[in-house]
């Protein structure tokens, strides 16, 4: 059985050092962690060396070489397009009673709507993203995210989740010493069990006069009663990238690695090979441990016995490194499912144009946006049983929708062409109408008429009974 769904303290503690170690070192947390630091700018080529074969045929690391290391920005700004194409625009919230909006407005300020900016950012950094409810002070729920790298779920025998353990360090000064302190949480759908542990010691029960807890604990400031209840759930929603929970990294880092590779070694080739070589001919030649050091710093090789000068240039690859470079930065964008906002094209940027460059990243927002709504659900069902608690109401959380409005480039002129043409063929078709008017009834060219301009023909036609009639 595992020890973590037991109900015994002492249990749950025994097993929570080597559990927070399987998870930690597991490979989908290795993977949350390569996605964050390329979030970071922090790419493989920032570990990059250079290595050569000596004469006694050893491999060594040539420390005189130019290895120039520049991570290029592709994953964020991947990442950070998705999350703006969504949630650039508020997500909005509706309902028909105005009561109800009253009281939402209250929980769903600009606040939250930075907690969904960091969920997708995070969930596309490390394939999955925790939030959490709680209750402020103000005797609100409102939501907060919980770090994905030190959150893990625990499942019973039919893979059913059962709880959620939160782990997470702090520094504490002992002695003149700094010791590292390490926490875990264990919550159930009624509880929370708090546990510490020090440097390498096994995990305990933090000492309380209430461990475990419910969910949420206050103090009536006029009795002094302490109140307290629970969410009746597990107070935690994971949202999931995708289906397998891979890294928006996952598809692209083969391709970012090797662009970030041919750039630097352009720049590389570009430091070494600057200047001409000057062969000298009759002079002692140099072994291959100190040929790369000469050739750099003195521009000069020692050759054989008989004598000479000759300069020798190096033709170095660029159009080669450059086309490769434009085949990877086209497939990250392809494989990433991003807007190449470098596009050029043949200058005919039409409206057509612009959506379709822009149908990879529809597609990718379209998957985030259906789990958004799954995890809106869930957020606003704890919301509307707050409202109901606070204020003695019975609302149901179907009654209140959610939007998102996505915002994409436009070419005015586009649009203006577009609007004109359409004006001057609803002029000829009212001139057209008009043209063969005496040979029809007025109320079928009042209908004509209505049509082109979408108006009501039964309420024009009570309009200008009216006007008759007044006269």
Known sequence: MNALLSDDPVMIASGLKQAIQADSHSSKKREAREGVRYYEHENDILNNRIFYIDDEGNFKEDRFASNIRIPHGFFPEIVDQKTQYLLANPVEYDTTDETLKKYLR??????????????????????????????????????????????????????????????????????????????AEIWTDQVVYFFEAENTKSFKLEPSELNPRPHVLAVDTQTGTLLQRSYGQIPFYRLSNNKKETTDLKPIKALIDDYDLMNCFLSNNLQDFAEAIYVVSGFQGDDLSKLRQNVKAKKVVGTGSDGGLDIKTVTIPTEGRKTKMDIDKENIYKFGMAFDSTQVGDGNITNIVIKARYTLLNMKANKTEARLHAMLEWMNKLVIEDINRRFNKSYDPKEVSFTFTREVMVNENDLVANEKTEAETKQIIINSIMQIAPRLDDATVLKLICEQFDLDWEEMQVSLQGSSDSL
């Open 106 to 183: 209250e929980y769903y300020d600009p606040d939250f709507q930075l907690i969904l900016q960091e969920l997708i950012e995070g969930a596309s950094q490390k394939g999955s993203e925790y939030v959490f409810a709680r209750t402020n002070a103000q005797d609100r729920i409102c939501f907060q995210i919980a770090d994905s790298l030190c959150v893990f779920g625990i499942y019973d025998e039919e893979n059913q989740l059962q709880r959620i353990c939160r782990y997470y360090d702090t520094e504490v000064e002992r002695e003149g010493k700094r010791e590292i302190l390490h926490h």
